[in-house]
């Protein structure tokens, strides 16, 4: 009987689906194990190959910890709201929920087509209302709360009302906005509600606020940093621009040191951490107010936040961001024409390209403003590499303790100020002047940098001109989008003050609209519904939550997913409690992972969560790049139709090289029929081929449509089976390593798994192979040893290193003509998580239940049988080794030199004489001199 893996898995894929196999609920009497996948957005081009590389993963852990005596949470759901899905809309005018839903079929359809044991009741979808209910309602809770420093958590808003009336802003320490202003409890008592309500939104968790943002006139909608690459938004390339809008914001700083060192309690990638701990960039240092040397500007100061503060005598201009509020307002009438133009220049480039940018660029304002210690006037320039959400959107330029100010300085032929007489060269100054001794400096000559810095803070802090002050380069989260197809946001304006809508009117669904576009007076598309106001009577918010919104809670859904009266229950979240093992993508580090990190230690300061941290440990899969492949085309052809040459042949023409799909290509030879129907204007191609076959070139790429190289998971499945397509795709390499794709290779894993059946069944007749006998003690060394490196390298994610362990096993099982059911049995289970399909026919036929080889318990390794009983000794004759003999472990060095010289083999070599003497060295060798 023939291996049939179109039939075999089909049936099994159904069985477990009618069976419900991989559903799980609470089992308090074993310990839990909670696996999770970053979900996908569910395009409508579905999976390639690359994508289930994680997927594959993180079902063989999961496969592999219920053998192990686990209960396991492997659930899967769609981050179902996105641009793409609107883009479509907006072009065909079919709702989104039609394209998301049509797009999530097919994505379901395809990983139950790959074996992946979710338990699908599970599922959940962020654009479903009853998803959505609940991203609201921690929206609520957020704007309900603010941050205590004293108390180091979040509290209700109404703890902080009841501190304001009875002790003003003195009574409480809390994390609000800079400018916040001072006032008694007096002054808070007699403020109207609409002035209250408007001051607690400098302390509240989310508030609206006008910030300089990505906007993307082309798409309609702000983007974060990560959707901008080269100032063209990643999703259709469209321009994007810096631009002043009012939009919602989530407090993330109030987190920022709680961010920085719970980093240091969970199993992630260090390069991830360190990417969220330079993203959040604590700084310790000191601002210092700059008075602006302009009679019409009487107590304008320039606020600036610096780590050294003792460099402040070297200060020989400042530079503000371009999009600074006070920008156009400094500007002399002289420089209107320069700044105007610099700064709409500045707004076409997106943040990443300005703090990424080499060259100097800048304008001069044509103001000044005073150095408060040495009271000398420093020239105001506008500079892109500044920029306004970053600290206070201004920074001192000290030439001769920072590369790039000096960068700044020499272009614009600015003086450099050297803050010490020990100076030799730039680059090092920054390094000389923490370890050197202050001279010529003012209050701090003679002065040891600490002794500086703490004298120049305390100088600064008496006379109100600074203070010493700890800032992060993080910066509050935008969190509205100017879209449709997105979270409505449940609030109301009531005299131009955001209110809560009631929680019982949770969820707040997204309306009908006409068209999904922007008012023709410019309000996002939400603006567009009919009679969508709140007791029709004051005015939604009109934006949308952005992307990470549902994207930042999704694990504690699962645990509890159809729950109406709450986001989990109590007993579910204390007993998933969090995510053990996660699994997706290093490019989410600084955007969903560090919004999720943040939104779980809020819902930890309410009480409602147990765990600070949400997954105790992460792996980030490496991609699978596309393998493409080439013809090359003529440039001219005689006949008028196409020519194409084959690899080995192109250099003696002159070609053109074009991209071919890769799935009519096998192992680099073209298909050239299904190459001429492949496009209308080559069916009548010509080919001039080498050894009778068109052998196509090829090269590393992105996997994208555009190069032709997407390679469907279905065709592989199809041809190969998933079981094949799992085993390959953990084979190409490290699971972390970016790897390309290359269907060269698979047809060897076929192989293994049709060897692998072999053992079983016989391959024409169908005939049964097992037996009930007793296994050898060299079989039980080839299983044992099996199970010890299988066990191994599962538990050190070494997924490819596997594969190769399960080929040699094979290799030795078929050289010693093993086809006892013992160790069969032990192999199928071993197996069981990297090829589920095979393993499970082979279960049933061996006379086990039906569908429980998932629940069967993973074997369990014995040392004594890798205990070696003899040692097979080389015998070496005058240095040239003529013999290996095989003695027992513990036998005598005078037994053994006595086998050695009986032996016939020896014999012959030794041609009768005595040998001058015998030397044994224990399990390594022994040596015969003659």
Known sequence: MEYNHREIEKKWQQFWEDNQTYKTDIDHNKPKYYVLDMFPYPSGAGLHVGHPLGYIASDIISRYKRLKGFNVLHPMGFDSFGLPAEQYAIQTGQHPAITTEQNISTFISQMKNIGFSYDWSREVRTSDPNYYKWTQWIFMQLFNHYYDKDADKALPINHLVAQFEKGGSAAVNAVCDEETPDFTAEDWNAMSEKEQQILLLKYRFTFPEESYVNWCPGLGTVLSNDEVKDGVSERGGFPVERKLMKQWAMRITAYADRLLTGLDTIDWPEPLKEQQRNWIGKSVGASVKFKVASENKEGLNIEVFTTRVDTIYGVSFMVLAPEH????????????????TYIKWAASRSEVDRMAEKKVTGVFTGSYCINPLSEEKVPIFLADYVLAGYGTGAVMGVPSGDQRDWNFATNFGLPIVPILDSQKD???????????????????????YKEATDTLIGWLEERKLGKGKIQYRLRNAVFSRQRYWGEPVPVYFKDDVPYLIDESELPLE???????????????????????????????????????????????????????????????????????????GSEHATGHLLYSRFWNKFLKDLGVVPQEEFAAKLLNQGMIQGRSNFVYRLKSSESGHPVFVSHGLKDQYETTKLHVDVNIVDNDVLDVAAFKNWREDFINAEFILEDGKYVCGWEVEKMSKSKFNVVNPDNIVEKYGADTLRMYEMFLGPLTDAKPWNMNGISGTFNFLRKFWRLFYEDQSGKQKWTDAEPTAEELKVLHRTIKRVEEDIERLSFNTVVSTFMIAVNDLSDLKCHKKAILQDMLILLAPYAPHITEELWVALGNEAGTISSASFPVFNPKYLEESAFEYPIQINGKVRANIPFPIDMSKEDIEQGVLANETVQKWLEGKEPKKVVVVPKRIVNVVL
């Open 426 to 448: 730039i680059d090092q100054q920054a390094d000389n002047t923490k370890e050197g001794t202050y001279i010529n400096s003012g209050i701090i000559n003679g002065m040891t």
């Open 325 to 340: 509020e006070w920008a156009l307002e400094l500007t002399t009438p002289e420089q209107k024409e320069a700044v105007e």
């Open 510 to 584: 997204l309306p009908k609209i006409d068209k999904y576009l922007p008012t023709e007076t410019g309000e996002p598309p939400l603006g567009r519904a009919e009679g969508w106001k709140y007791k029709n009577e004051y005015e939604y918010e009109l934006s949308t939550m952005p992307g990470w919104a549902g994207s930042s809670w999704y694990w504690y859904r699962y645990m509890d997913p159809q729950n109406n009266g709450a986001f989990a229950s109590k007993e579910a979240i204390d007993y998933w409690q969090r995510v053990d093992f996660y699994l997706g």
